[in-house]
C-alpha cells in the first residue's frame, strides 16, 4: 500500500502497511483498544490479505474460495496472497486466481472529494479449509447511537507494525458526522478504532457482517469509516455468481 499524505484525513493505506516478516514473528496485538481471540465475532471467517508490496489488509470469507477485502488493498497492486495458518499454527500463503474491484472504486476520492465504494472480491485457487466458515452478510443500514464490532488483523498502535497479526475486536458506536449515509458507516469509542492492517476487516451487527473498514481518520484509534454491504448487495451477489459462488446474507 502506498504510504498515506499528511493530511487531515488519511485513507486507510494507514489501516495496511506492514512487512510478512513482521507478521510472522509472534505477532502479539490488534485494533488499538480491542480484545483478542476466538471469542471475537467473525473470527471463524477472517483472514489476512497480503500485497506484493509488503502491505498487509484484513479480509472476509464470504465462500469457500472467496475473500471480500478493501478495494484499496488490491489497487495498483501486482498480486495478493490470502494468508492464514494451518492447524499445526504454519503459516500459509494461499494463491489469488482472480481479483474482482468494485467498478466504483476511486483511488484519489480524497483529494477529489468523489464517493468511493472500498471494496474488492479476490478468488483463491483452491478452496480454504473448510474449518473457514462464510460469514453471514447483513444487509441492514446501522443508525446513530447502535453499537457494532470492528474486528480485524491490525497494529495495537500506530507505531507498533510488529503487533500486527492477532484478531482482535472492539465495541465502538456508530455517529453520523455529515449526516445519515447509505454508503458509509462511521464509527467512534474512547480509545478504539481501525489501524495499520484493519482495512477490509469486519464490522459486526452481532454475527452479520454489515460493512467493511476502509479508512481512519486522523491516526490509529480514530473515527472510523466502513463501506455499507447491503447497497452492493447486488455487486456482491453478480460477482459470486460468476465464480459459481453465492454469500450468505
Known amino acids: 500500500m502506498r504510504a498515506p499524505k499528511p493530511s487531515a484525513a488519511h485513507p486507510v493505506g494507514l489501516l495496511a502497511g506492514a512487512a510478512l516478516a513482521m507478521l510472522l514473528a509472534?505477532?502479539?496485538?490488534?485494533?488499538?483498544?480491542?480484545?483478542e481471540g476466538a471469542q471475537?465475532?467473525?473470527?471463524?471467517?477472517a483472514v489476512m490479505v497480503l500485497t506484493s508490496g509488503g502491505g498487509v489488509c484484513s479480509g472476509v470469507v464470504v465462500a469457500p474460495d472467496a475473500v471480500l477485502t478493501a478495494g484499496h488493498c488490491?489497487?495498483?497492486?501486482?498480486?495478493n496472497r490470502i494468508h492464514y495458518r494451518d492447524e499445526a499454527g504454519r503459516p500459509v500463503l494461499a494463491e489469488v486466481a482472480t481479483r474482482h474491484l468494485h467498478p466504483a472504486y476511486d483511488g484519489d476520492a480524497i483529494r477529489g472529494r468523489?464517493?468511493?465504494?472500498?471494496?474488492?472480491?479476490?478468488?483463491?485457487?483452491?478452496?480454504?479449509?473448510?474449518?473457514?466458515?462464510?460469514?453471514?452478510?447483513g444487509a441492514a443500514v446501522p443508525r446513530a447511537g447502535q453499537t457494532l464490532?470492528?474486528?480485524?488483523?491490525g497494529a495495537a498502535r500506530g507505531n507498533d507494525r510488529r503487533s500486527i497479526g492477532r484478531y482482535r475486536g472492539a465495541t465502538l458506536t456508530v455517529v453520523e458526522p455529515y449526516g445519515p449515509s447509505r454508503i458509509l458507516v462511521w464509527l467512534k469509542a474512547p480509545g478504539a478504532g481501525g489501524c495499520q492492517g484493519d482495512?477490509?476487516?469486519p464490522i459486526l451487527d452481532g454475527t452479520a457482517v454489515v460493512a467493511l473498514a476502509a479508512w481512519v481518520k486522523d491516526a490509529c484509534g480514530g473515527l472510523t469509516q466502513g463501506i455499507l454491504l447491503g447497497p452492493q448487495r447486488d455487486w456482491l451477489d453478480r460477482t459470486l455468481a460468476g465464480w459459481n459462488a453465492a454469500a450468505r446474507w
Open 149 to 153: 464490532v470492528l474486528a480485524g488483523f
Open 74 to 79: 488490491v489497487a495498483g497492486v501486482a498480486e
Open 199 to 201: 482495512s477490509g476487516g
Open 26 to 35: 509472534a505477532p502479539a496485538l490488534a485494533i488499538v483498544g480491542g480484545r
Open 114 to 137: 468523489t464517493r468511493s465504494i472500498d471494496l474488492a472480491l479476490l478468488r483463491t485457487r483452491e478452496s480454504l479449509p473448510a474449518r473457514f466458515a462464510p460469514a453471514p452478510l
Open 40 to 45: 471475537v465475532p467473525g473470527a471463524a471467517s
